[in-house]
């Protein structure tokens, strides 16, 4: 086999697996195999850019940054739905249907998915561009990040018209959703709202790679062109499914409105048991010759309708509002209610966010509330009923002092939420630090969990993350539930954790707004604690993607007097708080200060060793050309535009070679 004929089969081969694990469900070989194959491509298409393809399986891990996206038009328009809510608006539906088409009409029933509606362009089989809703009539090209969606073919299977449009809705499912937040929450930000809003937000971020690690799907349900071959909905929905998209199989034929009816009671119960949100059934004309007779009116087609489930509301009675404290200080009310059944499960709590929302719903405890259950995974209050309220009821005062240590809360312009300052002598706060401190992504501290920190921190053993460094088998021994093998992997696992780098340590040590990524944006610009404690606002702000907010809360984590002597403690414990002589070697100021745009194809190193290369020497990758740009470094089949900018701008153009030689 040739090289050639190695690395088709592999793609192909490859997009075979993605099918069936995105849009089957139903993988044929483990998570291993598939990694050791994708690794084998990626390396033969490093040897080989000549065999670039940008619709290879390997590229759906993104890394494209999208500073602009470009508006583009739609061929045909991306019309909103009419809406009906009863048996009554859908009759009357009908009649009017009837008056335009002769003969017996079937309806197709599909389920209405709640997420952001995208437009996917099809050319020979290959994914062409992907633009969302917009206004209708135009949109955004985002095209980079749903690349990286996988469950959209990149290269359709069987046959395929030459060129049309497919319609879908991408979600964000449920589970996907919950994880995402689990994590935020620990990089202590504010966990997001709903999966819809994710979902959309997703479409617009700038960096495709990010787009990547979230879980969206893409759900598909039209098709749009000429020549497609079909003559029904429900004809279009099976076609779509053998090109290899993902096609929900709830879609029914009903051949009346009662039976449409009946589906829509089934959905309104089952919805619950899908893996993600719907908010009601879409009911479409099955026969395209009559959906074409019905056409459009200024909105929407005539030929459809949307039929919104009721929202999920509730009402009971608010018992007691209480307050949680956070890791990070922060305080949640927290609505207790009179337990009562919500979509399928009980409900005894509610989130009331902050002090402005309960001032807001002006909620009151002995109120009679309205509760509805959207995306939000805790259900929210919406409403009161005020004709319920008792006589005596007095408006709610929110706390001023902690719940746990009674220390008065501040509340800092700008922020929704109120805090409570005593970092180191507050209980929930000093678990909840260690907590963060063990955990998976930060020192993954084996053999010490959760629990046993509580119980650490209540038995007055540590009193914050350095204390861990001092504990010992003896001391930890009388502990409940600790036996002699857990209190050795207890202490094996912390001394372990000496050997975790610094950018994790330094995400690790719960500085807020200080996350994952900006932990790692941080240690590469910095390198040592040291460099960062003695960096101000302003320092800290140059650097790229750090803001104010980011910067100020670094300032203050620093300024605190128990968290140096914390740092220096840990400092003496051997704890990693520089990068390490290794990692430094490979580092230069060569392009200290120098602004680069990389474009095009590469032969020596990929684009995205390239880009390595740069940060590493002290560069910055910028991804488009701007008066700013110090030059571009051009590879084969640049982008017209990007050149002609460049041109104008008059930015030095240089040569992968050139490049790679002033790095020498
Ligand atoms: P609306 O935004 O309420 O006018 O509803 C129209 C939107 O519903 C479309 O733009 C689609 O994004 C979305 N939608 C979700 N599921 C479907 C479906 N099965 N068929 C058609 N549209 C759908
Ligand atoms: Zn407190």
């Not at 940008?54 to 470009?70: A, D, I, Q, Y």
């Not at 290269?155 to 991408?170: H, M, T, V, W």
């Not at 499914?241 to 051949?255: E, N, Y």
């Not at 900006?518 to 790229?544: N, Q």
Request: aromatic fraction near 8%; glycine fraction near 6%; charge should be negative.
């Amino acid at each position: 086999m040739t090289v050639k004929e190695q690395i088709q089969s592999l793609r192909k081969e490859l997009r075979e697996h993605n099918y069936n694990y995105y849009v089957l469900d139903n993988p044929t070989i483990d998570d291993f195999e598939f990694d050791m194959k994708l690794k084998q491509l990626q390396e033969l298409e490093a040897q080989h850019p000549e065999l670039f393809d940008p619709n290879s399986p390997t590229l759906r891990v993104g890394g494209e940054v999208t500073k602009n996206f470009e508006t583009v038009v739609h061929e045909h328009r991306m019309y909103s739905l009419d809406n009906s809510y009863s048996r009554e608006d859908l009759l009357d539906w009908e009649k009017r249907i009837k008056k335009i088409v002769d003969g017996p009409v079937e309806f197709v029933c599909e389920l209405k998915y709640d997420g952001a509606s995208i437009s996917l362009t099809y050319e020979n089989g290959k994914l062409l561009r992907a633009v969302t809703r917009g206004d209708g009539t135009q949109g955004d090209d985002v095209t980079t990040n749903i690349k990286t969606i996988k469950s959209v073919p990149l290269q359709l299977k069987n046959d395929f018209p030459e060129k049309f449009d497919i319609r879908g809705e991408i979600v964000l499912p449920f589970e996907g959703f919950q994880k995402m937040n689990e994590e935020r929450l620990a990089a202590g930000e504010e966990p997001y709202r709903n999966p819809r809003n994710t979902a959309s937000g997703s479409l617009k971020l700038q960096d495709s790679a990010e787009v990547a690690k979230r879980p969206l799907e893409c759900l598909l349900y039209s098709l749009k062109g000429t020549n497609l071959g079909i003559t029904s909905q429900f004809d279009s929905l099976e076609k779509a499914r053998r090109m290899g998209f993902k096609v929900p199989d709830a879609a029914r034929l009903a051949k009346s409105i009662e039976e449409v009816l009946e589906f829509v009671k089934y959905w309104d119960i089952h919805r619950h048991d899908l893996p993600y949100e719907t908010d009601g059934v879409v009911i479409k004309v099955n026969n395209l010759l009559q959906q074409e007779e019905l056409g459009y009116t200024s909105k929407a087609p005539r030929w459809a309708m949307a039929y919104k489930f009721k929202a999920e509301q509730v009402s009971t009675r608010l018992n007691e509002i209480t307050y949680q404290v956070g890791r990070t200080g922060a305080i949640t009310p927290v609505a207790n209610l009179e337990p009562v059944e919500l979509a399928g499960t009980t409900v005894k709590r509610a989130s009331l966010h902050n002090a402005d929302q309960i001032e807001k719903l002006d909620v009151r405890v002995g109120d009679e509330v309205y509760v509805e259950k959207g995306g939000e995974i805790i259900p929210k209050i919406i409403a009161v009923d005020l004709s319920k309220r008792p006589p005596n009821s007095q408006p709610t005062q929110y706390i001023t002092h902690c719940p746990e240590c009674q220390t008065e809360l501040v509340r800092q312009e700008g922020d929704a939420k109120h805090y409570c300052p005593n970092d180191n002598g507050c209980n929930p706060q000093i678990i909840g630090r260690i907590q963060h401190f063990i955990s998976r992504k930060a020192m993954d501290i084996e053999g010490l969990g959760g629990e046993t920190v509580a119980l650490l921190v209540n038995e007055g053993l540590i009193s914050n993350y350095s204390d861990l460094y001092t504990l010992t088998k003896d001391v930890v021994l009388p502990l409940e539930r600790m036996a002699e093998k857990s209190a050795d992997n207890l202490i094996k696992g912390i001394q372990a954790s000496k050997q975790i780098p610094f950018e994790r340590v330094l995400f690790a040590l719960g500085i807020r707004y200080v996350g994952e990524t900006v932990a790692k944006k941080l240690a590469k610009h910095y390198k040592s604690i040291d460099a960062i404690i003695a960096a101000t606002t302003e320092d800290l702000v140059s650097v790229d993607e750090i803001g104010n907010r980011i910067a100020e809360s670094v300032v203050e984590f620093f300024a605190s007097e128990s968290n140096k002597t914390i740092i220096n403690k840990l400092k003496n414990y051997g704890i990693q708080l520089e990068i390490s002589a290794e990692k430094l070697a490979n580092q230069t100021d060569k392009l200290k200060g120098l602004s680069i745009v990389v474009s095009g194809v590469f032969h020596t190193v990929s684009r995205n060793e390239l880009k390595k290369l740069i940060e590493d020497n002290g560069g910055k990758v910028s991804s488009s050309i701007s008066s700013k740009t110090n030059f571009l470094v051009a590879g084969d089949n640049m982008g017209p535009s990007k050149l002609a900018k460049a041109q104008t701008l008059q930015i030095p153009i240089i040569s992968e070679e050139d490049f790679l030689f002033r790095l020498k």
